[in-house]
């Protein structure tokens, strides 16, 4: 069965202090790993694609990295305002139709 | 500006009133869907439609309806809501149902059954 599982469900941190968000998989074949940022009251948006194991992106404080079993989204020198929700999602070959989210990361930077 | 709008953003209903919860998208994607969101248990899928008049359920459908009678609209109708379809519902869309890249999301319609 696919799945998806985060870890942690929730992250304090100080600013400036780096920390990884974990997200575990379990899919019958790879197709695409996402990550997304949820704010409060609004809904998800759209931070990196990652499609094989080796493969890392970039956007400004953020790294996500990909292997075979899990994919790891790196906070760099946090801000306040990257306080948010991280949800990593995944899609299977063969089934491109789906999506299977995790239950996200509530990430709380304090200044 | 490019956009997924949902309508109601708040609805409180009672047991067994039908309502329906619009979602329209303005970047002529053929792929939609519907999610909701559940404390703990992360974004689920409803329903999704591939294009018009194709539609599919996903994990959680029972209770729910879909039609796909345009390209930019895809209402989600619940005939008889009961309690446990209270929820945060999210809409998104992408330019195919084939394409490997990013959801768009409408700004999520909460949900209240009494």
């Known amino acids: 069965e696919d799945q998806v599982t985060q870890s942690p469900e929730a992250l304090r941190l100080q600013e400036g202090e780096s920390s990884s968000l974990n997200c575990s998989y379990t899919v019958s074949g790879l197709r695409g790993l996402f990550w997304y940022r949820q704010d409060p009251g609004k809904g998800p948006e759209f931070l990196f694609t990652?499609?094989?194991a080796g493969e890392e992106k970039e956007k400004e404080r953020l790294k996500a990295t990909l292997t075979k079993k899990e994919s790891f989204l790196h906070i760099t020198a946090p801000k306040p305002e990257d306080s948010a929700t991280y949800l990593c999602?995944?899609?299977?070959?063969?089934?491109?139709?789906?999506?299977?989210f995790g239950s996200g990361t509530k990430l709380n930077v304090k200044p | 500006e490019a956009q997924v709008t949902q309508n109601p953003r708040y609805l409180i209903t009672v047991t067994g009133k039908k309502l329906t919860v619009t979602c329209s998208q303005n970047m002529n994607h053929e792929y939609m869907s519907w999610y909701r969101q559940d404390p703990g248990l992360g974004l689920r899928q409803i329903y999704y439609s591939m294009n018009v008049e194709v539609t599919d359920k996903g994990d959680v459908p029972e209770g729910y309806k879909v039609s796909r009678k345009e390209k930019r609209n895809f209402p989600l109708i619940l005939e008889s809501p009961s309690p446990n379809q209270t929820s945060l519902y999210f809409c998104?869309?992408?330019?195919?149902?084939?394409?490997?890249?990013?959801?768009?999301f409408g700004e999520g319609s909460r949900l209240t059954v009494l």
């Open positions: 998104a869309s992408r330019p195919r149902a084939a394409d490997t890249g990013e959801l768009f």
């Open positions: 990652l499609y094989s």
């Open positions: 999602a995944v899609q299977a070959i063969g089934n491109f139709n789906k999506f299977y």
